[in-house]
């Protein structure tokens, strides 16, 4: 079993509808991540939470440390939030990151 | 330019060649991290750098891969005697984390895309 399981793995919305993609992990950590991948392969860090929950425009990150647990919500999904969106978390004592193995959106205009 | 420079882009050589891949962190980030992505698949931890030490290359494959990193800045891996399975993207990663210091976010580069024929 893997360290990071990410759910759905792939998810297709229409325009405008609300989106929520789950991350379960199994090992105790410091931080979790929420990357996002565009189709031409670039990373880009979204959020890194330790607790609590984080906001940036139309995306929110919640996490929820004692049942190991993490959200990444898009309100208002547009066409343009199509990308793999990827979650990995930072073991204690660890500088490593441990990644899921995503989940792909696709937003329909 | 302000982001993680990696060098080539893309890289296609025979099997058997060594192959360099370099990247250039942001300016003053002492962290610097190595990742692999095989086509389908997710990422994979090669090799993290705090300065120019590597306190953790707990996921290079093989002894023939190999990392270096001079003047807490450019760092460079080192693929010897290249097989098919190596095809991938490599990603570098630098951050301002500090061993025991608070989380930092990482900052990835475009990666380099690697194709062994």
């Known amino acids: 079993k893997n360290e990071v399981e990410q759910s759905p793995q792939n998810l297709t919305a229409q325009e405008g509808e609300f989106i929520t993609i789950n991350c379960s992990y199994s090992v105790g950590i410091s931080a979790l991540h929420w990357l996002q991948q565009h189709p031409g392969g670039g990373i880009v860090s979204l959020f890194m939470l330790s607790s609590g929950k984080k906001k940036h425009g139309r995306l929110i990150a919640t996490i929820n440390i004692q049942e190991k647990h993490s959200s990444l919500h898009i309100t208002a999904s547009h066409p343009r939030d199509s990308a793999v969106y990827i979650c990995a978390v930072r073991r204690f004592g660890n500088e490593k990151l441990t990644f899921g193995t995503g989940t792909r959106l696709t937003i329909i205009p | 330019g302000a982001g993680v420079s990696q060098s080539p882009s893309n890289k296609v050589t025979e099997k058997g060649k060594d192959v360099e891949l370099r990247c250039d962190p942001i300016?003053?980030?002492?962290?610097l991290y190595w990742y692999r992505q095989r086509l389908g698949q997710g990422l994979e931890f090669l090799i993290y750098f705090q300065g120019n030490s590597a306190p953790d290359k707990s996921g290079l494959p093989s002894d023939r891969f190999s990392a270096e990193r001079t003047g807490e800045s450019v760092s460079t891996l080192t693929i010897q005697r290249t097989q098919q399975e190596d095809s991938a993207v490599y990603l570098c990663?630098?951050?301002?984390?500090?061993?025991?210091?608070?989380?930092?976010?990482?900052?990835f580069g475009d990666g380099t895309r690697l194709s062994i024929l």
């Open positions: 990663a630098s951050s301002l984390a500090r061993q025991g210091a608070v989380n930092q976010p990482q900052h």
């Open positions: 300016s003053g980030h002492t962290a």
